[in-house]
Each structure stands twice: as C-alpha cells, then as structure tokens.
Antibody, heavy 113, light 110 residues
Framework: EVQLVQSGAEVKKPGESLKISCKGS????????IGWVRQMPGKGLEWMGL????????RYSPSFQGQVTISADKSISTAYLQWSSLRASDTAIYYC??????WGQGTLVTVSS | QAVVTQEPSLTVSPGGTVTLTCGSS?????????PYWFQQKPGQAPRTLIY???DKHSWTPARFSGSLLGGKAALTLSGAQPEDEAEYYC??????????FGGGTKLTVL
C-alpha cells in the first residue's frame, strides 16, 4: 500500500527555521515526483513545487521560489520542505503529494509570536 | 504564471449529472497538462479522483470521470450522491512541470 506520512504539527515564532518531512512507503520512492502544496486557513490549494527524488531535480512555482527549499533523501525515502526564516503568513497546512495522486495527511504549521 | 479557472460554485440534484471544468489562461487544455482532479471535504486532506486527464484510482467512485471538453479539462459526476458535496480542485502542469491549481469549485448536492 502506497503511503505518504508527514511529520507532526509545528508551532514556531517568526524568524525561526523549520524543516518538515514526508516519508514514502509501499513503492519505489525514486520513480515518482513528490510535490508540496500549501493551504492557508480557509483558502484553496497552492502548488509550491516538486522534486524528483532520483536526482533531486527540483521545480519551484514562481510564487515560492526563494521562499522555501524542497529536498529529498532517497536513502530514507523522505522528502522535505524547509524555511530559513518563518513569517506569520507561512501559517498553513502543508501537504505532500506523489505523482499519480497519493497525498500525505498534512502538516499544520503555525507561526506566531 | 498561468491562471487556471474553475466555476466558483455549482449545484446538482441528487441523482443528477454535473460537469466541472478547468480552463487555462494560456489556451486550450491538453493531455500534456496532465490534468488532475481532487476532492476536498472540510477538515480533510484532498483526495485524488482523476489524474492524467482520465485515469482513476481504485478509490475513485465509478460515477466520476475525467475528459477534455471544449478546450478545457472536465470532471463529470453522473448520479450525484449527498456525499459528493465538497470542494473540487483541478491542477494543471505547465512547461518544466510547474503546477498551477484552479481556485476550486464548491459543489452543492441539493
């Protein structure tokens, strides 16, 4: 069974760094891209970017280029989304999704002073 | 960046048929945009119904189908059920596999 399991909810202060994860299982991790999606409170889905875990080729949406970093460690079948300096406007649920449409359960990130 | 457009809201009667569409500001939607359709209910993660225009997952109810229609991607629901009331999003991929979501369609079954 294909599964994407994301790391737990985070509460951070503005300016702090954060790295959340998405672990794939039940399939060959390097054969499918992993994408990240943001959903701000009460809003729609926003595509942030994706990574091909096999070679770490990464494609960012222009809106998120330079704002976040997407990476992957194929040795442990895990993709990551990270921020170097969080802002209150980063408060959202972040989902990972695999090519073909399997989704993680989401990670709630709350940024508040 | 391209803009992907969906109907903001639609209403369908129980047992009825409705088609949701997904258009692109760059022109006609083709299979090369690898259209995806997702269903999201309040408080839940999105669930993929359709990928690559018309492919279904094992969990996709048979009453949902995907196609290209009039230059847009389309999601057709035939025989609507009360549990189909949800928000529906499409996703298109552009050059360099850069994805763009539509704004979502709130489907009411009434």
């Amino acid at each position: 069974e294909v599964q994407l399991v994301q790391s737990g909810a985070e509460v951070k202060k503005p300016g702090e760094s954060l790295k959340i994860s998405c672990k794939g299982s039940g399939y060959s991790f390097t054969n499918y891209w992993i994408g990240w999606v943001r959903q701000m409170p009460g809003k729609g889905l926003e595509w942030m970017g994706l990574i091909y875990p096999g070679d770490s080729d990464t494609r960012y949406s222009p809106s998120f280029q330079g704002q976040v970093t997407i990476s992957a460690d194929k040795s442990i079948s895990t993709a990551y989304l990270q921020w170097s300096s969080l802002r209150a406007s980063d408060t959202a649920i972040y989902y990972c999704a695999r090519g073909g449409g399997h989704w993680g359960q989401g990670t709630l990130v709350t940024v508040s002073s | 960046q391209a803009v992907v457009t969906q109907e903001p809201s639609l209403t369908v009667s129980p047992g009825g048929t409705v088609t949701l569409t997904c258009g692109s500001s760059t022109g006609a939607v083709t299979s090369g945009h690898y259209p995806y359709w997702f269903q999201q209910k309040p408080g839940q993660a999105p669930r993929t119904l359709i990928y690559d225009t018309s492919d279904k997952h094992s969990w996709t109810p048979a009453r949902f189908s995907g196609s290209l229609l009039g230059g847009k991607a389309a999601l057709t629901l035939s025989g609507a059920q009360p549990e189909d009331e949800a928000e529906y999003y499409c996703l298109l991929f552009y050059s360099g596999l850069r994805g763009v979501f539509g704004g979502g369609t709130k489907l009411t079954v009434l």
